[in-house]
């Protein structure tokens, strides 16, 4: 989970690392985000665990499907690449994603599908920003 902040008048992405771990239970990771995520801020879900993102929404959080249609990844990619990204100092695996983020075939524009957790999760968020939403969001 990453917290991201769009500052567009800046031209300006913000990143803290929340949470990076893998494999945790429904329940950890609805108890974490209902002590983690401010109230009523925007929570941007991965759509591949439609099941927590239902659990999640009966808890009360706002939380709202990440838009993943044909062609959103190299969208959004060359999108944030008009922003400066601004990471938190301790968001070590972040700062260690966008390093080692590269592409598998430069000339196609298909970036490498690894490492990329933090970068997928912010990337989604980053995008319900910029159209138009003000509100802080997790992803």
């Known amino acids: 989970m990453v917290k991201v902040a769009v500052d567009k ?22 108890d974490k985000m209902n002590n983690l995520v401010q109230v009523n801020s925007m929570v941007i879900a991965d759509t591949s665990e439609p099941r927590l993102v239902d659990a999640l929404q009966q808890k009360g959080l706002n939380i709202h499907k990440a838009d993943k249609h044909a062609g959103s990844v190299i969208e959004g990619i060359k999108k944030i690449l008009d922003y400066t990204i601004i ?49 802080l969001a997790y992803n």
């Open 9 to 30: 008048g800046a031209k300006k992405i913000y990143i803290q690392e929340v949470i990076y771990k893998q494999s945790l239970s429904y329940e950890n990771v609805i």
């Open 87 to 135: 990471v938190t100092p301790e968001s070590w695996n972040a700062k260690y994603e966008l390093r080692n983020y590269i592409w598998n075939d430069r000339r196609s524009s298909t970036p490498m599908d690894a490492d990329n957790h933090i970068c997928d999760a912010f990337r989604y968020a980053a995008m319900r920003l910029l159209e138009g939403s003000d509100l």
